[in-house]
């Protein structure tokens, strides 16, 4: 069996920064797509690229209309792929939507979406996740502080950062109602966190982050390098970021839902391998192990 490398050591006895081993951008230049020039500059940068409207109003309009179904719908619920609050027992997520959902399936392949995609990592995708996120007011909890890739890198097997997270919103995001909030810049350094993964951590990471979550000393320290950015916008709006940008959301305590469709792009040339800090895989409906092309 083959031997990857580990470039991103995590879950150790102690937490450790290690510089960013990969491009950002992995497209070239004239790399056709969707995203202009500047824009992909701006990726590059901040790790990050927000849509005002990347979804018409009227495609709002369905794909709101397919999350309600989908989690008003008692076999949705009773299936695995559905997380459900702790404390209202409302579903928070559910995963494999492009899998359930051939209404969420279409727009996973329209090519405003895979085609920016294909465009910033430079490569066919495939979807490592996808997922519905409701969020609903009244006390929808927040994610705490962390990467994507940390987990996506010691539970599910990624060798390297070539892997891209859009955030379409289903509703609108307002500056109150847990918002997505990233540290532009975060992405060019890899933090690998301290403490060893439990086996079937992700029962629990997937309702409240812990395994794979950094210090309040690492985490005060970028945000006062980096800043924070808050992402507001109207339903249709989107946020594109890198695999490895430090980000969280708030709990939502007001009346108004914060709704989103979540699509993990990871390109065909970075397949996962074994998992590196964790003693089995997750399961196929949180990280994918097939590797098809989005056609």
């Given at each position: 069996m083959t031997t990857v490398t580990?470039?991103?050591p995590s879950r150790g006895a102690t937490e450790v920064a290690t510089p960013r081993q990969d491009p950002v951008v992995w497209g070239s230049p004239d790399t056709p797509g969707p995203i202009a020039a500047g824009d992909l500059q701006s990726f590059e940068r901040d790790g990050f690229l927000a849509i005002d409207q990347l979804i018409t109003e009227d495609e709002v309009a369905v794909y709101a209309q397919e999350l309600e179904?989908?989690?008003?719908?008692?076999?949705?619920?009773a299936d695995e792929r559905s997380i459900i609050e702790p404390k209202s027992k409302e579903i928070r997520s559910v995963f494999e939507v492009h899998r359930i959902s051939e209404v969420f399936a279409a727009l996973v392949r329209d090519e405003r979406v895979v085609g920016r995609a294909r465009q910033i990592l430079g490569s066919d995708v495939y979807v490592h996740q996808s997922r519905i996120n409701v969020k609903p007011g009244f006390g929808a909890s927040g994610f705490y502080w962390h990467s994507d890739f940390e987990t996506w890198h010691a539970e599910d097997g990624l060798p390297n950062m070539?892997?891209?997270?859009?955030?379409?919103a289903l509703t609108e995001n307002y500056d109150t109602?847990?918002?997505?909030?990233?540290?532009p810049g975060s992405h060019r350094t890899f933090l690998g966190c301290a403490g060893a993964t439990p086996k079937d951590n992700y029962k629990k990471s997937l309702q409240m982050q812990d395994a794979g979550t950094p210090s309040d000393e690492a985490l005060t320290k970028m945000a006062s390098e980096y800043g924070i950015k808050l992402f507001t916008g109207k339903a249709g709006s989107a946020t594109w970021f890198d695999c490895n940008c430090m980000h969280g959301s708030g709990d939502n305590i007001t009346p108004f839902p914060?709704?989103?469709?979540?699509i993990v792009f990871n390109s065909v040339e970075n397949a996962a391998v074994e998992p590196f800090a964790a003693p089995v895989r997750r399961p196929e409906f949180i990280g994918a192990r097939d590797f098809t092309p989005v056609k």
């Open positions: 580990d470039l991103y179904r989908l989690v008003t719908d008692p076999a949705i619920r070539r892997t891209v997270s859009v955030s379409i109602n847990g918002g997505l909030m990233i540290m914060r709704s989103n469709v979540f």
